[in-house]
């Protein structure tokens, strides 16, 4: 006030019109961004995805408010994954998301996305294993909970850390004891068993009690027929040759790649007829 009580009425004039031409072009580049970001919606709604992926980059080269800001990103991190296959970016984009609104609905959904995308689309399940273990333990949700462990316990099996794997498996089973999760998980701790870098009789042994129990209590499960092809597995590393060759006969029509079971199939009549005395 008192600089202001100083100047001469020119002066006050031109600081004026300074103020004003500043707040408009100020103005002018909010209503430019919105422009872009409506522009960038109706590209999407066409179906060219570059394109509006370009113009939802525009919105952020304009220093956009930070609601305005948080949209554009998440809208581009969406289309770059679903659409443009740039999944690295798009991984960036929801973490930049999730630094502009940490408390939205969105921002939990983002921390799903990244956790999809670097387990099922960029396949680094190092990275994958060190998001998910964070994020677990931001939802209540059981289901939910029991979604990412699960993965995790998928993320630990694809790096070969088989007692992990196990251990987030049962993990699923546990906050999932009535739904989904229970079942796939199960089935994949036999897998873990039977898969161990450690071969040993009593590894088969328990990984042939999995899928046995896996049967029994899930015989019209879509993985029930997997899990009889692994109970013959099982007892074929177990040299019980004449059952295993059983299961194989049982269920070579039914398998969803029945030349797979035949082989195998032959080749354990082959192993029979060479070496009966082993039988």
Same mark, same amino acid.
Request: proline share 4%.
């Given at each position: ?16 019109? @300074? ?13 430019? /961004? =919105? ?15 570059? /394109? ?14 930070? %609601?305005?800001?948080? *949209? ?5 991190? +969406? ?6 296959? *740039? ?10 998301? $999730?630094?502009?609104?940490? %408390? ?12 999809? !995308?670097? =387990?099922?689309?960029?396949?680094? =399940?190092?990275?994958? !294993?060190?998001? %998910? ?14 979604? !990412? ?26 906050? %999932?004891? *009535? ?17 161990? +870098?450690?071969?040993?009789?009593? @590894? ?18 879509? *993985? /029930? !027929? +997997? ?9 074929? +590393?177990?040299?019980?040759? @004449? ?19 035949? $082989? ?5 009549? @082959? ?9």
């Amino acid at each position: 006030m008192l600089l202001l009580r100083q100047m001469g009425p020119n002066s006050r004039n031109w600081l004026s019109f @300074g103020l004003i031409f500043l707040l408009a072009t100020a103005g002018c580049a909010v209503d430019s /961004a =919105f422009r872009r970001f409506n522009q960038a919606e109706r590209l999407f709604t066409q179906g060219r995805y570059a /394109a509006s992926a370009v113009e939802f980059g525009r919105v952020l080269s304009k220093d956009p408010p930070a %609601d305005l800001a948080a *949209k554009a990103r998440y809208r581009l991190a +969406e289309v770059q994954t679903l659409f443009l296959g *740039k999944h690295a970016e798009a991984v960036e984009n929801y973490k930049q998301f $999730i630094q502009l609104a940490p %408390d939205s609905q969105g921002a939990w959904v983002a921390q799903k996305e990244i956790g999809e !995308i670097l =387990f099922s689309r960029l396949e680094d =399940f190092t990275k994958s !294993i060190e998001h %998910d273990s964070v994020i677990v333990n931001l939802t209540k949700d059981t289901k939910e909970r029991a979604e !990412i462990t699960f993965r995790l316990g998928r993320a630990n099996f694809l790096l070969k850390r088989f007692g992990n794997a196990e251990k987030f498996y049962r993990e699923a089973m546990q906050l %999932d004891p *009535k739904g989904e999760w229970r079942p796939r998980a199960l089935f994949e701790v036999g897998m873990s068993q039977y898969t161990r +870098e450690t071969k040993s009789a009593a @590894g088969f042994e328990r990984a042939l009690s999995t899928f046995r129990h896996f049967m029994a209590e899930y015989p019209g499960h879509e *993985k /029930a !027929i +997997e899990a009889e092809f692994m109970v013959g597995c099982c007892l074929e +590393e177990l040299q019980q040759i @004449g059952p295993a060759i059983s299961i194989f006969q049982k269920i070579e029509d039914r398998y969803p790649v029945p030349g797979a079971v035949k $082989i195998r199939r032959l080749r354990l009549e @082959g192993r029979k007829h060479s070496t009966p005395k082993e039988q």
